[in-house]
């Protein structure tokens, strides 16, 4: 199969020049299927090979690294990723830490509580791990098989608040998303905001929100600029490829921003050019076509 090539986006300029150093990648519905355990294919890791020594290949994910560690192993990236939706930076050679923004400990329990308040579902990503309330809505539980959202959970008697990158209200109706969003805009900590992650329309024309709580650092396009301070090199010499809602920041902002063809269309609507679909390998695509502009 022959790969297809990209396609100017709504960014894209005649005058435009590829000066790539760093590309980094999304991870579900762009290198493979949403929360999979997968690989990327053969093509994407013969591309990353390709252009070893003279780009940078990373990860730009909402995943936390025990669901994004064996993609960095094998396509072998090197240099950073972002990771937990830009809530840590990550030493790809190590899985060290270099930087994160984990919410105030303090203020985390005051939005879980308030969001028990809500009576909705809700999970809270601590240090990189789910852990969902318990039947009592007091204890917390986690999966035993973190690829699997049906698996048996297990009981985490002493479970407490470490690093709590991100507070997730999934499938919450509009006004329930709207007094969340009222909540964290009034709390005094202004370090913490939330956004629409996720929203499905339902056979009666509503729609359901997942909505993030975070610390205001962790977003993708914060996490760009200092993915660049820290590898010495200027944001507009990063290529960043991805689908959905929460990559449109990134997409938008890096030197060459690249949507798939199954993009969101807040997505597609700032891309530099634009990629074939996952299912045609469009990541890969994205890769070759860049190195060959250099």
């Known amino acids: 199969m022959t790969l297809l090539q990209l396609q100017p986006g709504p960014r894209h300029t005649k005058e435009l020049q590829s000066t790539i150093k760093i590309a980094l990648f999304d991870i579900d519905n762009t290198l493979i299927g949403n929360d999979s355990p997968g690989l990327p294919t053969e093509r994407f890791k013969s591309a990353v090979e390709n252009v070893r020594g003279e780009i940078f290949v990373g990860i730009a994910s909402a995943r936390p690294l025990a669901k994004a560690a064996h993609i960095l192993d094998y396509i072998g990236a090197e240099g950073l990723s972002i990771l937990c939706n830009g809530a840590q930076i990550i030493n790809n050679?190590?899985?060290?830490?270099?930087?994160?923004?984990?919410?105030?400990?303090?203020?985390?329990?005051?939005?879980?509580?308030?969001?028990?308040?809500?009576?909705?579902?809700?999970?809270?990503?601590?240090?990189?791990?789910?852990?969902?309330?318990?039947?009592?809505?007091?204890?917390?539980?986690?999966?035993?098989?973190?690829?699997?959202?049906?698996?048996?959970?297990?009981?985490?008697?002493?479970?407490?608040?470490?690093?709590?990158?991100?507070v997730v209200l999934h499938n919450i109706r509009d006004i329930q998303a709207k007094s969340i969003e009222a909540f964290v805009q009034a709390h005094p900590d202004d370090t913490i905001t939330s956004l629409v992650a996720h929203e499905v329309r339902q056979l009666d024309g509503s729609i359901l929100y997942d909505v993030f709580v975070v610390h205001k650092r962790a977003n993708k396009k914060d996490a760009l600029h200092e993915l660049a301070r820290l590898q010495g090199v200027s944001v507009k010499d990063i290529m960043a490829v991805g689908d959905g809602r929460n990559d449109a920041v990134i997409v938008g902002e890096a030197g060459i921003g690249v949507a798939m063809g199954n993009s969101a269309l807040e997505t597609l609507a700032v891309a530099t050019y634009i990629a074939p679909s996952m299912a045609e390998d469009g990541a890969a695509a994205a890769l070759n076509f860049i190195y060959s502009t250099k």
Not at 140 to 153: G, L, M
Request: net charge negative; charged share 25%.
């Open 93 to 166: 050679y190590d899985k060290s830490v270099v930087a994160e923004w984990p919410m105030d400990l303090g203020t985390c329990a005051d939005v879980l509580q308030y969001v028990q308040s809500l009576g909705v579902t809700y999970w809270v990503n601590d240090d990189g791990v789910d852990y969902f309330v318990g039947d009592d809505g007091v204890s917390y539980q986690k999966q035993t098989n973190i690829w699997d959202p049906r698996s048996a959970r297990v009981a985490v008697p002493d479970f407490d608040l470490s690093k709590p990158f991100v």
